[in-house]
């Protein structure tokens, strides 16, 4: 007989088909200056057509990766961009009508994921001025969840908790086996991480991608962090060789490039700086304080500006709905400096 899963065909799903090769893609947290063209294409020399033509091995770069964490390859499980392993972690840590709690708003995926498997996604929300209570997350960990989803940091929002903060809810989720999951896409935008109690202790994972600092997007390429025993249980759910030649030998190039990583850094953080001193100067709120992304709070209508921008500038940003004291409001990724300098000159123009 003819079957669809009830749950798939009620889930509400946006999918990105919209053309944006022509566009200033400020929209979706890419770099938009990308990787320098001469290391690009230093790497590509080493592409041979049996690269191509042979399915990808993945044991030398994980040791790669390994070597780079200071850990081993039993705590490491490389996947398909780091949204697939939180997949994976939501599949094989839950049951049916299991409870996961997370911060809301995120990144959606937690969401759809949740909904997909028919789990109990409980929300968590920011308060008004947009900073998140722990005690509204401890509040939440209760004897039956199964997962508590954190960000660090947080997209859209760009809140980061302490060590402090953090201690204090990993032991509340220890005392209640509850398993915990760290995105970490935004990591070297905001160096503090809590890779160290994926990689020291049990039932913390952290996921990680290439495609944010690392500029690697088009590539798809990521990885879990955990206990041994829990990344064994998340490398059974993947499908078989779910990575790609070309990920794994631009990831290596990146991480044995030291001088490429200091490059990318410092051009995120002048175009930042460029961006949040123009905003100060022309008294616009804004908040952000990690990621490479910002709410600003616009004069006037956001989808109108929005849609201008996309029109008459042809550069793409996005509006938020009712964020806090914000109100509607827009997210902007940041990139170096000369690509804010295109874009507060937008704003400047539209916004008025």
Request: with cysteine; net charge negative.
């Amino acid at each position: 007989m003819y079957y669809v899963d009830p749950k798939v065909e009620k889930l509400y799903r946006i999918f990105d088909q919209n053309e944006r090769k022509d566009y200033l893609r400020l929209d979706l947290n890419e770099n938009p200056g990308g990787l320098p063209e001469d290391f690009v294409m230093s790497v590509l020399e080493g592409i041979t057509p049996q690269i191509i033509s042979q399915y990808p091995e993945t044991l030398h770069f994980t040791e790669v990766l390994a070597d780079y964490l200071s850990t081993d390859i039993n705590h490491l499980c490389l996947v398909n961009g780091s949204a697939e392993g939180i997949r994976y972690i939501i599949q094989a840590f839950t049951s049916p009508n299991g409870r996961i709690i997370g911060v809301v708003p995120s990144y959606f995926m937690f969401q759809v994921y949740s909904e997909m498997y028919g789990r109990d996604f409980v929300k968590i929300p920011y308060n008004e001025d947009l900073t998140m209570d722990i005690n509204n997350i401890i509040s939440e960990m209760t004897e039956e969840t199964q997962l508590l989803i954190l960000l660090n940091p947080n997209n859209p929002m760009g809140n980061v908790y302490t060590d402090e903060e953090f201690e204090r809810i990993l032991h509340e989720a220890q005392e209640k086996h509850i398993n915990v999951l760290v995105d970490e896409a935004y990591h070297y935008f905001y160096p503090k991480t809590f890779i160290k109690y994926a990689l020291e202790g049990e039932h913390v994972f952290v996921t990680r991608t290439f495609s944010k600092l690392f500029s690697m997007a088009g590539c798809r390429l990521g990885y879990v962090a955990g206990w041994p025993e829990g990344v064994k249980m998340v490398q059974k759910m993947c499908t078989p060789h779910n990575t790609n030649a070309f990920a794994l030998r631009f990831a290596e190039a990146v991480i044995k490039s030291p001088e490429i990583q200091t490059q990318l850094i410092n051009n995120f953080n002048e175009g930042r700086r460029f961006l949040i001193d123009w905003l100060d100067k022309n008294n616009y709120s804004h908040k952000g304080e990690a990621g490479n992304f910002i709410f600003i709070k616009p004069r006037t209508d956001a989808q109108k500006i929005v849609d201008r921008m996309k029109s008459e500038k042809k550069i793409l940003i996005k509006t938020y709905p009712n964020v806090g004291d914000f109100g509607n409001c827009l997210r902007v990724s940041i990139g170096e400096r000369k690509y804010m300098e295109l874009f507060v000159s937008a704003l400047a123009d539209i916004d008025r």
